[in-house]
Structure formats: C-alpha cells, structure tokens
C-alpha cells in the first residue's frame, strides 16, 4: 500500500483558487494550472471610499475615477454639470447641478466594494 504525504502549507502559502495546489502568497500565476491568483499583485483595484468623497466633493469628475467602466456617466455629468458650475454668476444654474450631484454620490455609494476592488 503507497503511502501518500500531503505537504502542509506554511504562513508565506495559499491554495491556488483553481485548483487547491500549495502557491506562494506572492505568486500571480498559479505553477500547476496557469490560473491567475486573485491579490497577487499589487494593484488593488479602486476605493469605494475615494469614489464616495469625490462625488460629494466633485460631482461630476467623480467618474474620471472609474472612467473605463463610467465614460457615459463622465460625459453626460460634464455636459450638464460644468456649465451650471458657474451658478455663482447665475444662481438659476445651480438647479443642473444638484441632480448631477445627488446621481454622483447615489450612483457611486450604493456599488458594492467589490466592483471597485475587481476594477
């Protein structure tokens, strides 16, 4: 009878996501199955939190931040937004801001921290 020996993992290891194998931590790319590893690299994607302060604070440029997923959103908030961005001349101008405003911060809060962490 074989006697099969399971190898441990140590604290620098993860199972692969794919296919269980032992990888380090660091790995980007899985040796056994070519798989790429979730958090491998540095990058980590977006912050739900800046997306937030930047739509309070800068309505709409907030979707400069996630422009490759956002570039309608971009145009159409800067076409209505920046114009009515001059409100202190015109305060009637003003009423084209608001909504924009109230759209950035409805539209950027309620994503889950997940659609910014896989950007």
């Known amino acids: ?20 194998e032992i990888v380090k ?3 980007e790319i899985c040796p056994k199955c070519g798989v790429r590893q979730r958090g491998a690299t540095s990058h980590h994607g977006k912050s739900k939190t ?24 971009f145009w159409v908030g800067l076409v209505i937004g920046l114009p009515s961005m001059f409100w202190i001349f015109f305060p009637p101008l003003l009423i084209f801001y608001i909504p924009i405003w109230i759209w950035a911060i409805i539209d950027t809060s309620t994503k889950d921290a997940k659609w910014y962490e896989d950007f």
């Open 1 to 20: 009878m074989a006697r099969t020996h399971k190898r441990q993992r140590s604290a620098d290891e993860v199972f692969c996501r794919s296919c269980g």
């Open 25 to 27: 931590k660091e790995a």
């Open 50 to 73: 800046t997306a937030v302060l930047l739509a309070v604070f800068l309505a709409p440029f907030n979707w400069l931040y996630t422009y490759k997923k956002d570039t309608w959103k």
